[in-house]
Nanobody, 118 residues
Framework: QVQLVESGGGLVQAGGSLRLSCAAS????????MGWFRQAPGKEREFVAD????????AYASFVKGRFTISRDNAKNSVYLQMNSLKPEDTAIYYC???????????WGQGTQVTVSS
């Protein structure tokens, strides 16, 4: 089955950068859409960005446009989220997720904590 393992979270000052990684296994991901979501304390999980594995087409939530970049590396079966100009409100657990193009997200990683100090 699909397995997703995130890494790269940590503590950073406002204005700093982090790069999250998601190692994917258990499927041929050319038919998948890979996404990043986040959940802050007391809030619902929200969409951050996604990428169609085969075409590289991306989409972003409005609150991260121009600051975050999602990418994938076919050779490493990995998806990345480069986060720049981080703000305290970006503090959350960040989750990697995968779905087939015609379905809802059903595969999730364990999450990685990102904390941005002011």
């Amino acid at each position: 089955q699909v397995q997703l393992v995130e890494s790269g979270g940590g503590l950073v000052q406002a204005g700093g950068s982090l790069r999250l990684s998601c190692a994917a296994s258990g499927a041929t991901f050319s038919s998948y859409v890979m996404g990043w979501f986040r959940q802050a304390p007391g809030k619902e999980r929200e969409f951050v960005a996604d990428i169609y594995w085969s075409s590289g087409i991306t989409a972003y939530a409005s609150f991260v446009k121009g600051r975050f970049t999602i990418s994938r590396d076919n050779a490493k079966n990995s998806v990345y989220l480069q986060m720049n100009s981080l703000k305290p409100e970006d503090t959350a657990i960040y989750y990697c997720a995968a779905r087939l193009r015609s379905k809802a997200y059903e595969n999730w990683g364990q999450g990685t904590q990102v904390t941005v100090s002011s």
